[in-house]
């Protein structure tokens, strides 16, 4: 349905021919529907306005993707609407205050980051913290210097994950290992894809607070196995030397070894498969065993990634759903 963001109902979908919903990790996803109007939803849709209104998306009557329409388009017996989830937002909001934290977990920052990004003006959201990150430094934000969004996810690099499921931010460790599900051949009959990302490698790493190197922080080392891999990235809002070397370590983590991904290639998991599609919220685990191809995988792998499709069908050819899961094994994960 299209919600107004005073909460009355626009339009409800009524007949819909495609939809797409996604779900990601530390960024943010994208819905897409497409509407056979008939009668008075015709007008309904035709008042559909970019950031005013919110596309809201239910499977089997559970809320399972919202956040604000991005883009329409009106052709002749066809409306498309394009949508970014919750997180949206904060990619057009700024720091209102400034704010200076010292020794704090990482997910107390992101939860200020996220209220003072929707303080001023709230299209109704909600924060749940899983769990503390575990990972402790001080960040410092000026007030309307950087988008909201742009801070969140620097903050994610150094050992937090945040994702969106509905009107709900959640955050919780980038060490979350908690499965939702477990996943075979058996349950992917059309094949998967796996792939061994080395551009994401790192032995060492520097973390630098400003680029005339008066705050800087490293972890890691010439590895045994694969050799000096050294990578440099600034964050500004990292204030010490300290808190710069607990960044430096969290991206160690998760860049070696080579992180590891799978993905189901827009294949439907079989309806057997021992998951609920609801349940494949970015940040938990599923436990993948596969020998499909040549590298055997048989471990606990965060989902990174979900991405659901159907269609309406057409004549006497049924609509079908097909769900395209991705996992990613890294150093966080392996720890």
């Known amino acids: 349905m299209i919600v107004d963001r005073g909460g009355g109902v626009v339009s409800p ?11 990601a990790l530390d960024d943010t996803s994208t819905a897409r529907v497409v509407l056979n109007p008939d009668g008075d939803c015709c007008e309904r849709l035709g008042r559909v306005r970019s950031w005013r209104h919110s596309l809201h998306i239910y499977r089997d009557g559970v809320f399972v993707w919202g956040g604000p329409i991005l883009q329409a388009e009106w052709s002749l017996g066809q409306v498309e609407i394009w949508a970014g989830d919750v997180l949206s937002w904060l990619d057009r909001r700024v720091p209102h205050q400034s704010m200076a934290f010292g020794e704090s977990d990482l997910t107390d920052i992101a939860a200020w980051l ?60 980038e060490t ?20 061994e990302d080395g551009t ?41 030397d300290a808190s710069a070397a607990e960044a430096a370590r969290s991206k160690l983590r998760s860049s070696l070894p080579v992180p590891v991904f799978i993905d189901t290639q827009e294949v439907t998991i079989s309806p057997e498969a021992a998951v609920a599609v609801p349940l494949l919220v970015p940040g938990w685990c599923l436990d993948i065993t596969s020998a499909q191809t ?39 994960e392996a720890g």
Do not use: N
């Open 200 to 240: 994401a490698l790192a032995s060492r790493w520097i973390v630098a607070g400003d680029d005339e190197g008066d705050v800087l922080g490293e972890a890691g080392d010439t590895d045994p196995y694969y050799g000096l891999l050294e990578r440099y990235v600034e964050q500004t809002s990292i204030p010490d």
């Open 13 to 23: 979908g009524e007949t819909l021919t495609e939809v797409e919903w996604t779900r």
């Open 294 to 332: 040549c590298r055997t995988i048989t471990q606990r792998l965060k989902i990174v990634g979900l991405k659901v499709v159907e269609d309406g069908g057409s004549g006497d050819t049924p609509g079908s759903e097909k769900v395209q899961v991705q996992v990613a094994a890294s150093g966080a």
């Open 176 to 195: 979350w290992t908690q499965s939702v599900g477990h996943l075979s051949d058996a349950d992917l009959p059309e094949g998967l894809v796996v792939a």
């Open 114 to 173: 996220i209220e003072d990004g929707f303080a001023p003006d709230d299209p109704g959201h909600v924060v749940e913290t899983v769990a503390p990150a575990g990972v402790r430094g001080a960040r410092r934000y000026r007030r309307d210097v950087g988008q909201t969004g742009d801070h969140l996810r620097d903050l994610a690099e150094t050992g937090l994950d945040y994702t969106a499921v509905g009107d709900r931010i959640i955050l919780l460790p």
